[in-house]
């Protein structure tokens, strides 16, 4: 399996993170899964995606299945905070990922994400002509070179035609989370914001798909397992306790809780799986 990944134009990185391509290395009518290799169950190709703030997924000559709906064209998931299972269910899955920052989608396409959240919609549900566009795009230009240009394209037409303050707010937000040492408080990320509690609760949740609380438990648990992925390409011994308290976790038992409801398996456990193929853990072979 072969990854590629590309990033948008720099106008859409505050709204989109990353494009990732993956494809079958040979054929896809050829190639049959080896029945041996754990990454397969009854034949099919299982690969978990990690929580994240919303997803579009494409796929090419094969059908997958997500959160039990199938579908051979594009999907849409909103923001998450349990591992799905992307499985193909028929042909080898060869598609593109392509990852939201927190808030990106509700500003490209104005969908309230609190209503996405969690689910899984076929761009035929969705209605929207501009989607079914990007579907026609992605099936009909084999190369991932030429695909990225021609999405960023479309998106860059899907910008906001004036200053949105709100997702301005989130903006400043996320950043802020991002830049602290210590834990950061719901009451802190309104106070960033400079609106009373409740009313950023319902912002953010419009805008991110998930409550400021959910938004800073699953920001935790990125930042802790792509710092696991910096120490082991850096060849260092991961401490677990270390890196966990290092990002907020109480101990490791707390830390094996949230691992266990996010990522389905235990810090431990995760850093046996190996360094995964994206750098912001959403696509990763079991």
């Known amino acids: 399996m072969n990854y590629q990944i590309i990033q948008p ?3 859409l990185r505050t709204y989109i993170s990353r494009y ?13 899964p080896p029945a ?3 990454r397969f169950v009854n034949g099919k190709h299982v690969q978990p995606l990690l929580p994240n703030y919303g997803s579009f997924i494409f796929m090419r000559n094969a059908v997958v299945e997500v959160a039990g709906k199938q579908s051979d064209e594009l999907l849409l998931l909103g923001a998450n905070q349990t591992t799905l299972g992307l499985t193909t269910v028929k042909g080898w899955f060869e598609g593109m990922m392509m990852d939201f920052q927190p808030g990106g989608m509700h500003a490209l396409l104005g969908i309230d994400l609190q ?9 035929s549900e969705y209605a929207d002509e501009g989607l079914k566009y990007c579907d026609r795009i992605f099936k009909s230009t084999p190369r991932a070179e030429d695909i990225a240009p021609l999405l960023d394209a479309f998106f860059l037409g899907r910008l906001p035609k004036k200053e949105d303050y709100n997702y301005t707010r989130i903006c400043h937000v996320v950043s802020a989370c991002d830049q602290a040492e210590c834990a950061i408080t719901a009451a802190d ?11 950023f609760l319902r912002i953010f949740r ?3 798909g998930i409550a400021p609380k959910q938004y800073i438990r699953l920001r935790r648990f990125h930042r802790t397992i792509q710092d696991m992925q910096t120490q082991s390409t850096q060849g260092k011994t991961i401490d677990l306790l270390a890196t966990v308290l290092r990002h ?11 691992f266990q409801q996010m990522g389905c398996v235990s810090p431990g456990q995760f850093r046996m799986l190996g360094i995964p193929l994206t750098a912001d853990f959403s696509v990763f072979f079991a």
């Open 206 to 208: 419009q805008y991110a």
């Open 20 to 32: 990732v391509f993956v494809r079958a290395d040979g054929s896809t009518d050829t190639m049959t």
């Open 9 to 11: 134009t720099e106008a």
């Open 36 to 38: 041996d290799d754990q």
């Open 248 to 258: 907020g976790y109480y101990d490791l038992s707390h830390a094996a809780l949230e």
């Open 189 to 199: 990320m309104a106070s960033v914001a400079c609106i009373g509690e409740r009313q």
């Open 115 to 123: 209503q996405l959240a969690g689910q899984v919609l076929r761009v």
